[in-house]
């Protein structure tokens, strides 16, 4: 067997691809109840005739960032290939991308701009379970969908997450 194939590297590429899939049809299911008529969006969220604003809250920088960086890449690598094949009912997804600096507080404000301020359509984020449970209220009361892409313990559920 070939040694370059082995450990954990041996299984990147396919996680890498299932993870670009699995983003694809959640953006599809996000999205499905959309039309491209231009007075579509009764929502309040950032949806045009052309475009959809998403959110991506990782840590690009501190601690964190070595772990999360893999996520930040693998979310835009799937976002460009939807986006180069027509994007989602013809919109093109646009990425607003907030730092949460492997700060937990950070996260929640991060997350507070993103749905608040910016009014995206949903979140891909967060990676610690501390960052999660940081930004949960946040989501919660705005009502917010979080797109957490790593296990967790489990003993908690939310409609938002």
């Known amino acids: 067997m070939d040694s370059r194939l082995t450990g954990p590297t041996r299984f990147f590429?396919?996680?890498l691809a299932l993870g670009a899939a699995a983003l694809s049809l959640i953006a599809a299911s996000v999205?499905?109840?959309?039309?491209?008529?231009?007075d579509a969006n009764s929502t309040g969220l950032a949806v045009t005739p052309t475009e959809v604003t998403v959110g991506q809250l990782h840590s690009a920088t501190?601690?964190?960032?070595?772990?999360?960086t893999g996520s930040i890449q693998a979310e835009r690598l799937a976002i460009d290939q939807i986006n180069a094949s027509g994007g989602i009912l013809g919109r093109q997804i646009k990425i607003i991308q907030e730092d949460g600096a492997s700060d937990w507080p950070t996260f929640a404000e991060k997350a507070r701009k993103l749905l608040v301020n910016?009014?995206?359509?949903t979140v891909f984020g967060c990676w610690t379970s501390a960052s999660r449970k940081a930004v949960l209220p946040v989501f919660e009361k705005e009502n917010g969908l979080l797109y957490y892409p790593t296990f967790y313990e489990g003993l908690e559920q939310s409609k938002n997450v």
């Open 62 to 68: 501190g601690t964190m960032a070595i772990s999360e």
């Open 13 to 15: 590429p396919r996680r």
């Open 31 to 38: 999205f499905s109840q959309m039309t491209l008529a231009d």
């Open 118 to 121: 910016d009014k995206v359509a």
